[in-house]
């Protein structure tokens, strides 16, 4: 099966300053790549996602890119605020028997620092 | 629209007891998963249901675990005999059909003293 790891497991920057997620995947199958946020006490919430079809995908402040040759994809966001301080997953569809399931990263807790 | 709703919030039980913790998809979405969260850790897939496919169990960590989809739509999690090591947050998802975005609920944190 599908083998997702997340990188790093913790993350502070100042704000203002850019922050970076990275991800990796093992079945070449997968085709959808979702970002989830979840601040404390929420279930995730999505934030971004990409297709295998496309390389980079921009929503203001937040950018997804994805290289399928190496089997990785990044969550960029720039110009940090405090109300990005969350725990990030990321994930990767790959397929099975009876449907797709969604295999999730271990998560990156970032904090930005006011 | 209505979000994926669960309840309870907040379970607390004692061990060796029973419980059941519900989720409310989204209205039309025929995909529905379970997930475990432990404090400070990743999210454990459970099990998944897609529309009248019978449901992948692959990820429930024992026979005590089970799940039930009433008429594609409301999805019960039971624990029976639960035990210390039960205690995290069960999360829901839906998505309108598999391998689309999923959409989660809130949560619902069991402790098991």
């Known amino acids: 099966g599908e083998n997702v790891e997340q990188h790093p497991s913790t993350l502070s920057v100042q704000e203002g300053d850019s922050a970076v997620i990275k991800c990796t995947y093992s079945d070449s199958a997968s085709n959808y790549f979702p970002w989830y946020k979840q601040e404390l006490g929420k279930g995730p919430q999505l934030i971004i996602d990409?297709?295998?079809?496309?390389g980079e995908k921009k929503d203001q402040r937040i950018a997804v890119t994805l290289n399928k040759t190496a089997k990785h994809f990044s969550l960029h966001i720039t110009e940090t605020q405090p109300e990005d301080s969350a725990v990030y997953f990321c994930?990767?569809?790959?397929?099975?028997?009876?449907?797709?399931?969604?295999?999730f990263g271990t998560g990156t807790s970032l904090t930005v620092i006011p | 629209g209505a979000g994926v709703s669960q309840s309870p919030s907040n379970k607390v039980t004692e061990k060796g007891k029973d419980v059941e913790l519900r989720c409310d998809p989204i209205?039309?979405?025929?995909?529905l998963y379970w997930y475990r969260q432990s404090l400070g850790q990743g999210l454990e897939f459970l099990i998944y249901?897609?529309?009248?496919?019978?449901?992948?169990k692959s990820g429930l960590p024992s026979d005590r675990f089970s799940a039930e989809r009433t008429g594609g739509s409301v999805s019960t999690l039971t624990i029976q005999r639960t035990q210390q090591e039960d205690s995290a947050v069960y999360l829901c998802?839906?998505?309108?059909?598999?391998?689309?975005?999923?959409?989660f609920g809130p949560g619902t944190r069991l402790t098991v003293l």
């Open positions: 990409i297709r295998s079809n496309v």
């Open positions: 209205s039309g979405h025929t995909a």
């Open positions: 998802a839906s998505s309108r059909d598999s391998g689309d975005t999923q959409y």
């Open positions: 249901f897609q529309g009248n496919s019978a449901p992948d």
């Open positions: 994930a990767a569809t790959s397929f099975s028997n009876t449907g797709n399931q969604f295999y």
